[in-house]
């Protein structure tokens, strides 16, 4: 059989129930907590880890990606020179003096199980860097002002049609292995859980609509599998949302699998692909 993978970041499924976002549900949906070798410092699961280990099937401390993209020794020098310890974002005044990051990768994914694969900017594997710059950057712009926030809306808004463009024009080819991933949700989820729901449910429906339409698109034989890194929570401080432990998943077809870790998606999409 043919596998899309929907990677959709912060989805979290008490909204989809809330909401009966029946486009997300598909035939059989749930969700797993997320286990604690997947969390950052402050204690929630964190993004790039997750995604790492989804694609490559291997746990984070095996493939030890613990970020977006590194910086290597250049950053550790700024960041231990005593006149920048105090500056916030040292890996902008990095970047203003034009030392460029490497995209974290893992070296062995899902995408080398076959041929014929397309992944759509998938975090560890071909995720572009500068879309995530652009989207940092805005966001660093201005976090306190009114209209440096609606600038940030804006931009993660701009990068969410860029992704949807690059998927429409990709699925239409002739593929085994189709994975695509969405950040809209994460995004938009810490701002808006706490303070404007409403807001916040435009944003499902858009993702929601996405999946539909994929769905027309793909031929039958094709195994549709939608997962989340992790869900969206009101924040200890009531302000923002935080990263859940619910890592939601839901799947096309009538099955008894259930996912219970990340690293059972790439032992799935094996025997999807291998079975007629
Ligand atoms: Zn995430």
């Not at 199980?113 to 759509?120: K, Q, S, Y």
Request: aromatic share 14%; charged share 30%.
């Amino acid at each position: 059989m043919r596998v899309c993978i929907i990677g959709i970041d912060g989805l979290e499924y008490n909204l989809v129930r809330k909401w009966k976002l029946r486009g997300l549900m598909q035939k059989r949906y749930g969700y797993f907590i997320v286990t604690d070798e997947y969390f950052n410092k402050e204690g929630v699961p964190y993004t790039p880890k997750v995604w790492a280990t989804v694609i490559s099937g291997i746990k984070p401390k095996e493939h030890k990606v613990s970020g977006f993209y590194s910086w290597g020794k250049v950053l550790d020098l700024i960041r231990r020179a005593p006149i920048v310890r105090h500056i916030k974002g040292k890996r902008f005044l990095a970047y203003k003096l034009g030392l460029k990051p490497k995209a974290s990768r893992v070296s062995n994914s899902l995408f080398d199980l076959t041929e014929d694969a397309i992944a759509v900017y998938v975090p560890g594997y071909n995720d572009v860097l500068k879309v995530y710059l652009t989207i940092l950057k805005s966001f660093k712009g201005g976090m306190f002002l009114k209209e440096g926030l609606n600038e940030y809306v804006k931009t993660i808004w701009r990068i969410h049609k860029l992704r949807k463009k690059r998927t429409f024009e990709e699925i239409k080819k002739d593929w085994k292995l189709f994975m695509t991933y969405f950040d809209l949700l994460d995004l938009l989820g810490h701002l808006y859980y706490v303070k404007y729901p409403k807001k916040l449910r435009i944003a499902y429906m858009e993702m929601d609509r996405v999946v539909e339409k994929i769905r027309r698109i793909v031929p039958e034989d094709t195994v549709i599998l939608i997962l989340s890194d992790h869900g969206m929570e009101e924040s200890p401080d009531s302000i923002t949302g935080n990263h859940s432990g619910r890592a939601f998943w839901s799947i096309n077809i009538d099955t008894e699998w259930r996912p219970e870790d990340f690293t059972d998606i790439y032992k799935a999409v094996v025997r999807w692909l291998g079975s007629s």
